[in-house]
């Protein structure tokens, strides 16, 4: 994501340490300049053409290619197109986008423009988590800064391109991370997520196209425009481009928010954490969040990318990697995952509504010699191919992931 990152795997970076960047500062250091250059210089499909070319794949778990969601918008016409930057960040373990929302927000407001000038929108929104109240203070801020001098608003930058962007707090839903349910609580609905297709691309915000990408997707559009998607390809792996934060937590020395390339190892990512907490055994590792699966000592050195994961049947999610030694209990983990997934149904299907309270039944009888794993596995693979969206699909990975060790 950043222009500076290292090319070589065994060196990520860890940039929690880094400052706020006022709006001062990000002129300063080139903010903005790619905006004017794209309303200036470059037609919207050229744009959108050099975002395909980067092969930047969404950094909010799904891993679908930026540029081809942006020219399904792009080649429909409407009356009204949006943009909505996806900030509900509620996975558990996850905080890359709470820190480029406090730490980057002029980063995300220029490439949500350059987004919108790119598709044709001329509204967005950044929706953030309720309970993110620094981010919320820290992007309100940056916004009408923003509009005070002329980089939103009417007539931007006298280019003729107008776009404005509201600011939307969620109201604490983990599901609104769904990006149709998102849609829904932005329309002042209950967020219940949406039967798909139609997609958002095609028919979203009130019935009209809609462009919705996670904060980190975006906080990439700036650097490849202004480097080229030739400089941006050279990290990463040829399946999966550029660099990742990755929200390292657990049993660590230094906890935090680590970039480095896709394809570096847990090992790797371990090393940059400062190894084990009080030289304690590495026990295992949850990776792709909640909802992610568990990896052990045999599978330190599996490059963190995401056809490498999907490989081993396992998913790199939003980049949460949970580090456990040999002395925490895995098992608790995996109940507390559950629970927190029954907790946050919306209710709307029937197989994640009656499946989570059931599932955690029956890990407790598993807990006590009553049942066996491959029961808990059944339910958990009929909510897998049954439930409305990624929520009643969450238990499986994780489920299925720890049984196997």
Known sequence: MEATAHKSLKEPIIITTYQTQCLEDYIDNGGYETLKNVLTKYKPNEIIEQIKASELLGRGGAAFPTGIKWNFTAQIKADHKFVICNADEGEPGTFKDRWILEHKPHSLIEAISICAYSVGGDKGYIYIRGEYAESINRVRKAL?????????????????????????????????????????????????????????GIKGLWGY????????????????IKNGADWFKNYGTKQSSGTKLYSVSGSVNKSG?????LGVTLKELLDAAQGMKNNKVFKC????????GFVYKNELDLP????????????????????????DNGESLLKNILTFFKHESCG????????????????????ENRIKAENIMKLADVMFKTSLCALGQSAKMPLETYFKS
């Not at 949850?286 to 992610?292: P, R």
């Not at 994640?352 to 407790?364: D, F, S, T």
């Open 285 to 292: 590792a949850l990776i792709g969040g909640a909802s992610g």
């Open 209 to 224: 196209p809609t462009v919705i990408n996670n904060v980190e997707t975006l906080a990439n559009i700036v650097p490849i």
């Open 348 to 367: 709307k299907c029937v197989p994640c509504r009656e499946g989570y309270p059931k599932l955690i039944a029956m890990y407790e009888a598993f807990l």
């Open 304 to 327: 963190l990318s995401y056809e490498t994961l999907k490989e081993a049947g396992k998913t790199l999610g939003s980049g949460a990697v949970l580090f456990l030694s040999e002395d």
């Open 144 to 200: 009408k800064e923003a509009y005070d001098n002329g980089f939103l608003g009417e007539n931007i930058l006298e280019s003729g391109f107008s776009f404005n962007i509201e600011l939307r707090r969620g109201d604490g839903s983990y599901v609104c991370g769904e990006e149709t349910a998102l849609i829904e609580s932005i329309e002042g609905k209950r967020a219940f997520p949406r039967f798909k297709p139609p997609f958002p």
């Open 257 to 261: 928010v680590i970039e480095a390339n």
